[in-house]
């Protein structure tokens, strides 16, 4: 199967969302590393790509193939799991929510990865482990610009190539 045939449309997704959470994630290392107060706008930007999401999703004519489904269904289960770990997962203390976040990023890029044999998501993926690794030796604040990192390597790199290659 060529590398074309295999790959999702899911570009658009994959780079919407690695902004977004880059520039949340940049955003929260400022406000707590200069004791900025924080205005709770990632509410609005994660509102935001959802809408964006939704309207992307209602201008697909074509119905989605089969790895579509697939990197659907994971990064619907890995949201899933997101969602718990950040509004739930602080009974388990502030240091450890970027790490399992990541945790759950490095999973969903490597599945989809092999599944698609998609490089560039299998690279995001050791990239992710690599940032998992990095976030036990620095500061929770830092802990974003790791998250900053890792998500570029994990949905904006790939989504650029994805995009590149689906022309």
């Known amino acids: 199967m060529s590398q074309k045939k295999n790959l999702p449309a899911a570009s658009y997704y994959y780079v919407l969302w690695g902004v977004i959470v880059a520039l949340y994630s940049v955003a929260k290392y400022f406000v707590i590393e200069h004791g900025m107060k924080s205005?709770?706008?990632a509410s609005i930007l994660f509102l935001v790509g959802g809408v964006l999401s939704f309207l992307q999703a209602r201008k697909n004519d074509e119905p989605a193939s089969g790895?579509?489904?697939?990197?659907?269904?994971?990064?619907?289960?890995?949201?899933?799991?997101?969602?718990?770990?950040?509004?739930?997962?602080?009974?388990?203390?502030?240091?450890?929510?970027i790490a399992i976040t990541l945790s759950l990023y490095?999973?969903?890029?490597?599945?989809?990865?092999?599944?698609?044999k998609f490089t560039p998501s299998i690279l995001g993926g050791v990239i992710c482990a690599?940032?998992?690794?990095l976030c036990f030796y620095v500061t929770y604040a830092q802990q974003?610009?790791?998250?900053?990192?890792?998500?570029?390597?994990?949905?904006?790199y790939p989504g650029i190539v994805m995009s590149k290659s689906n022309k």
């Not at 490095?106 to 698609?116: A, E, F, H, Q, V």
């Not at 690599?130 to 690794?133: P, Y």
């Open 144 to 156: 974003f610009l790791i998250l900053a990192i890792a998500v570029i390597a994990v949905h904006v």
């Open 130 to 133: 690599i940032c998992i690794a």
């Open 67 to 97: 790895i579509d489904k697939v990197y659907m269904k994971v990064w619907i289960g890995i949201a899933i799991g997101l969602f718990l770990v950040n509004t739930i997962g602080y009974k388990l203390g502030v240091g450890y929510i």
């Open 39 to 41: 205005l709770n706008s």
């Open 106 to 116: 490095c999973i969903g890029s490597l599945i989809t990865g092999w599944l698609s």
